[in-house]
């Protein structure tokens, strides 16, 4: 049984940070390709950045790019967000999901687990 487990979320001032964490457990995490996704409220689910099997290799929306920061921490089965310059606008329940492989994957139809979401909202 593959399990998600995100943390990290809660409520911050525009232009302040906050950490997202994923923890993943019941398979080989590092061989696999990580996603961070996003829901607003009456919006689609969207992507926001991307890591592949070994960090070397990330994607990210251009909404995100230059603020966020996605990373990977094999050994700890984890994979992070940083988020920075936060705008009320990244306010939404933030999900994690798992890839079928090692590969980058950037829709969320490439993605075969997912966890519960983390709620982050940012006030003006």
């Known amino acids: 049984q593959v399990q998600l487990v995100e943390s990290g979320g809660g409520l911050v001032q525009a232009g302040g940070s906050l950490r997202l964490s994923c923890v993943v457990s019941?398979?080989?995490?590092?061989?696999?390709?990580m996603g961070w996704f996003r829901q607003a409220p009456g919006k689609e689910r969207e992507s926001v950045a991307a890591?592949?099997?070994?960090?070397?290799?990330?994607y990210y929306a251009s909404s995100v790019k230059g603020r966020f920061t996605i990373s990977r921490d094999n050994a700890k089965n984890t994979v992070y967000l940083q988020m920075n310059s936060l705008t009320p606008e990244d306010t939404a329940v933030y999900y994690c999901?798992?890839?079928?492989?090692?590969?980058?994957?950037?829709?969320?139809?490439?993605?075969?687990?997912w966890g519960q979401g983390t709620q982050v909202t940012v006030s003006s």
């Open positions: 019941g398979r080989t995490f590092s061989s696999y390709g």
């Open positions: 999901a798992a890839g079928p492989s090692g590969g980058l994957y950037r829709f969320k139809y490439q993605y075969a687990y």
């Open positions: 890591i592949n099997w070994s960090g070397g290799s990330t």
